[in-house]
């Protein structure tokens, strides 16, 4: 499976922005998408996950009310809908996706999102 990440960029505090990650390759292998974020000098941190049979979401603490994790009919193409965000969201943000057969996550590119105050 590949991943692409795409609608990251530099917005003022309040603002919202809506993050789009694209699998591709053998996606019928893939059980759960979502989005981990690491910001400078920190470690890499979930921000939401969805399993993408039955669509049960889970998400980190910081973003609970804010975020917003959602799916493709074709389970595909996974967003992540930002609302409020604050200095503190600003980090790179990656997709992942779990297979049913692999131990270890694929990971995208990452895209920035910079939040200012």
């Known amino acids: 499976v590949k991943l692409v990440e795409s609608g990251g960029g530099l917005v003022q505090a309040g603002s919202s922005l809506r993050l789009s990650c694209a699998a591709s390759g053998s996606t019928g292998s893939t059980s759960a998408m979502g989005w981990y974020r690491q910001a400078a000098g920190k470690q890499r941190e979930l921000v939401a996950a969805?399993?993408?049979?039955?669509?049960?979401?889970n998400y980190g603490g910081p973003v609970k009310g804010r975020f917003t994790i959602s799916r493709d009919n074709a389970d595909t193409r996974v967003y992540l809908q930002m609302n409020n965000l604050k200095p503190e969201d600003t980090a790179v943000y990656y997709c992942y996706a779990d297979s049913y057969y692999t131990a270890e996550p694929t990971w995208g590119q990452g895209t920035q999102v910079t939040v200012t105050s």
């Open positions: 969805i399993i993408l049979r039955g669509g049960i979401t």
